[in-house]
T-cell receptor
Framework: EPEVTQTPSHQVTQMGQEVILRCVPI?????FYWYRQILGQKVEFLVS????????KSEIFDDQFSVERPDGSNFTLKIRSTKLEDSAMYFC??????????FGPGTRLTVT | GESVGLHLPTLSVQEGDNSIINCAYS??????FIWYKQESGKGPQFIID?????DKRQGQRVTVLLNKTVKHLSLQIAATQPGDSAVYFC????????????FGSGTQLTVLP
């Protein structure tokens, strides 16, 4: 069964450093998303991406964040200058057209 | 602001019993409601969804009920199994949004042997 994959599973970085989180969505999916989950809290929407552009973003997704689909398979989330409060699980998701979004296993980002 | 929330943070049931997980929502403009299951260390897993023009939908061992009058959503799991132990989230998609999911805070379901 096809699934969303994410790398790395755990990323440790120092405050102020740039990180890139990588995702490979399910191959025939058209919509791509990033969510995050701070430990013990709700899953929060960051951004949705369709047709090579951002279709929606939340207040969390400020100028420090960017997304890219550099080729036909990868979907990346970049945080330019990480802050302590960026520590969280970051989930990538994808969907065909309908509301059913398939999530990856997540990347745990730890900012020290 | 608008929010989706859960009534109970934890629920324990005996193996073989039925489970009911509840969720209250406040955004009457939501088009879809979705239940996700999240096991420890994994991403949310889609269980079942329901459109706002329906009041009931059944899947394999799961049923979702939607009561728009009181803005309440429930997930019923029949014959609960140990593998059902997880955190369950309800989520909504608001009309006009680009499929942005708004998640509730989650209910921890524990299945007792």
């Amino acid at each position: 069964e096809p699934e969303v994959t994410q790398t790395p599973s755990h990323q440790v970085t120092q405050m102020g450093q740039e990180v890139i989180l990588r995702c490979v969505p399910i191959s025939n999916h058209l919509y791509f998303y990033w969510y995050r989950q701070i430990l013990g809290q709700k899953v929060e929407f960051l951004v949705s991406f369709y047709n090579n552009e951002i279709s929606e973003k939340s207040e969390i997704f400020d100028d420090q964040f960017s997304v890219e689909r550099p080729d036909g398979s990868n979907f990346t989330l970049k945080i330019r200058s990480t802050k302590l409060e960026d520590s969280a699980m970051y989930f990538c998701a994808s969907s065909v057209r309908g509301p059913e979004q398939y999530f990856g296993p997540g990347t745990r980002l730890t900012v020290t | 602001g608008e929010s989706v929330g859960l009534h109970l943070p934890t629920l324990s049931v005996q193996e073989g019993d039925n489970s009911i997980i509840n969720c209250a929502y406040s955004n009457s403009a939501s088009d879809y409601f979705i239940w996700y299951k999240q096991e420890s260390g994994k991403g949310p897993q889609f269980i079942i969804d329901i459109r706002s023009n329906m009041d009931k939908r059944q899947g394999q061992r799961v049923t979702v009920l939607l009561n728009k009058t009181v803005k309440h959503l429930s997930l019923q799991i029949a014959a609960t199994q140990p593998g059902d132990s997880a955190v369950y989230f309800c989520a909504e998609i608001t009309s006009g949004s680009a499929r942005q999911l708004t998640f509730g805070s989650g209910t921890q379901l524990t299945v007792l042997p």
